[in-house]
């Protein structure tokens, strides 16, 4: 099985700090992403990276960076946390490798509250 | 822009009801997936469809993929308590990494 798993289930950071959150996957998938999740919006793509040392802006990147410095771990990076930025972020993970190439594979998430 | 529309937006049953959930697009997609999320939870995928008119069963739920690959429904048979959750729908568009995703249906089964 595919696990997908999150550093921390539950942040909470006060504005103006940085903020990282960590995504390790045990699968050797070549593609990893990270989301922010909020009531009446739905999951919305911040970055996703499809090799080691290369990232891509997803649809809404403005206040975030990531890094990608090893296959199995995508780093979500809040460089100055503000209120706004309080929300539910997925990390996930996909491969190139087989058929269903597109199918990610979810961690379990972590709510973060910004103060 | 939210290329996928998921229908109904809540859907409250009781137990042992029939349910369908609808995924609509106006873009073809190359494939697309079914998950289901708990409160608190990260979504879990339950299916993937990728050849139009696919049909695949898992247990109670039925998920068809439509003939020209721009929507699908998945319809939940006797739903039990267990079934509740937030369904999501995504799609992986002909070209790229990232998937699309609608706002979900939120499936609260009452006994």
């Known amino acids: 099985d595919v696990k997908v798993t999150q550093s921390s289930r539950y942040l909470v950071k006060r504005t103006g700090e940085k903020v990282f959150l960590e995504c390790v996957q045990d699968?050797?998938?070549?593609?990893m992403f990270w989301y922010r999740q909020d009531p009446g919006l739905g999951l919305r793509l911040i970055y996703f990276?499809?090799?080691?040392?290369?990232?891509e802006k997803g649809d809404i990147p403005e206040g975030y960076s990531v890094s990608r410095e090893k296959k199995e771990r995508f780093s979500l990076i809040l460089e100055s946390a503000s209120t706004n930025q309080t929300s539910m972020y997925l990390c996930?993970?996909?491969?190139?490798?087989?058929?269903?190439?597109?199918?990610?594979?979810f961690g379990p998430g972590t709510r973060l509250l910004v103060l | 822009t939210q290329l996928l529309e998921q229908s109904p937006q809540f859907l409250s049953i009781q137990e042992g009801e029939n349910l369908t959930v609808y995924c609509n697009s106006s873009?073809?997609?190359?494939?697309l997936q079914w998950y289901r999320q708990e409160p608190g939870e990260g979504p879990v995928l339950l299916v993937t469809?990728?050849?139009?008119?696919e049909v695949k069963k898992l247990k109670r739920l039925t998920f068809q993929f439509g003939d020209a690959r721009k929507d699908s429904s998945l319809h939940i048979t006797a739903a039990q308590p267990g079934d509740t959750g937030l369904y999501l729908c995504?799609?992986?568009?002909?070209?790229?990494?990232?998937?699309?995703f609608g706002k979900g249906t939120s499936l609260l089964v009452t006994p």
């Open positions: 996930a993970s996909s491969s190139r490798r087989d058929r269903d190439q597109e199918t990610q594979y």
């Open positions: 873009s073809v997609f190359s494939s």
């Open positions: 699968m050797d998938h070549e593609n």
């Open positions: 990276s499809y090799d080691v040392k290369m990232k």
């Open positions: 469809v990728v050849t139009g008119g």
């Open positions: 995504a799609g992986a568009p002909n070209s790229g990494y990232a998937l699309n």
